[in-house]
């Protein structure tokens, strides 16, 4: 049972456009959410997150947008450039316990020059 | 500042075998997860320690084990490898205890494990 769904494998955009990349949960528990970026033979580098409490975070070139009544989550990059290609991973998770992340399967994006 | 930090960085071991993972975390962090990622998914989540105490499991058969240390290292063990375990294992720390004000976890490079 996937709890974390990002349904595009891959994206590819030009150097300067946008980027952006979706992700959709399903448990109503999650409270919050995370976006890691992940080059090959490296772990998943922290990008940037979001509590439920909040609708839109910032943080430079990124950002991260959630609706909760769509359980859908979206991050932005902005302007895109050839070092933003990675696996993106979306991750959630539920407030209490371990609060261990739930992972979505990622997403490959490629910016092109 | 140094990161997480995992050895050893690559393992080749056969089917049966034990093998011992290990992770120091960021400096003044206390809590340590650990996770699985299989190609072409995502991390999956292990186990997650935090002042010594287990805090939480996924769902891995009993084969998989861990510990924390009091300098909050911590050592991933699996015993009788089958060669589904093959897989990169995650180590990533997090300053904050879990139950309190939510605090992104920060992943080392990973021991990528080949079980033949």
């Known amino acids: 049972d996937q709890q974390v769904k990002q349904n595009s494998p891959s994206l590819s955009v030009q150097e300067g456009r946008i980027s952006i990349l979706n992700c959709d949960y399903t448990n109503s528990m999650f409270d919050y959410f995370l976006w890691y970026k992940k080059y090959p033979a490296e772990g998943p580098t922290f990008l940037i997150s979001?509590?439920?409490?909040?609708d839109k975070n910032e943080d430079g070139r990124f950002t991260v947008f959630l609706n909760k009544s769509a359980k859908h989550l979206s991050l932005h990059i902005v302007p895109s450039q050839p070092g933003d290609s990675a696996v993106y991973f979306c991750a959630a998770s539920a407030k209490g316990g371990s609060e261990k992340l739930v992972f979505g399967k990622g997403t490959k994006l490629t910016v092109n020059p | 500042d140094a990161g997480v930090t995992q050895s050893p960085t690559h393992l080749i071991k056969t089917r049966g075998q034990h093998v011992t993972l290990r992770c120091s975390p960021i400096s003044g962090h206390k809590s340590v997860s650990w996770y699985q990622q299989v190609l072409g998914q995502g991390p999956q989540f292990i186990f997650q320690?935090?002042?010594?105490?287990?805090?939480g499991r996924g769902n891995f058969p009993d084969r998989f084990s861990a510990r924390q240390f009091p300098n909050y290292s911590s050592e991933l063990n699996v015993n009788a490898l089958l060669l589904g375990d093959s897989a990169l294992y995650l180590c990533a720390s997090s300053l904050l205890p879990p139950g309190g004000i939510r605090n992104e976890q920060f992943f080392g490079p990973g021991t990528r494990l080949t079980v033949l």
């Open positions: 320690y935090y002042e010594k105490e287990e805090r």
């Open positions: 979001i509590s439920s409490i909040k």
